[in-house]
């Protein structure tokens, strides 16, 4: 399986920036690479610029 870089922002209701998150994961193509990380994050976050990046 290959290995993919995540990059997302992250912004909770009571922050006034968002935060730039990274991580590594596996998983067969880019789409389910995002959709491994989106599960991840906390519910009342906001996402945004989420990108991968394979390795």
């Given at each position: 399986m290959?290995?993919?870089r995540v990059q997302w922002e992250e912004k909770s209701s009571s922050s006034t920036n968002p935060a730039r998150k990274t991580?590594?994961?596996?998983a067969n193509s880019m789409a389910e690479a995002k959709a491994k990380v989106r599960q991840?994050?906390?519910v009342g976050a906001k996402v945004s610029n989420m990108t991968a990046v394979r390795q």
């Open positions: 290959p290995t993919f991580t590594t994961i596996t991840r994050i906390r």
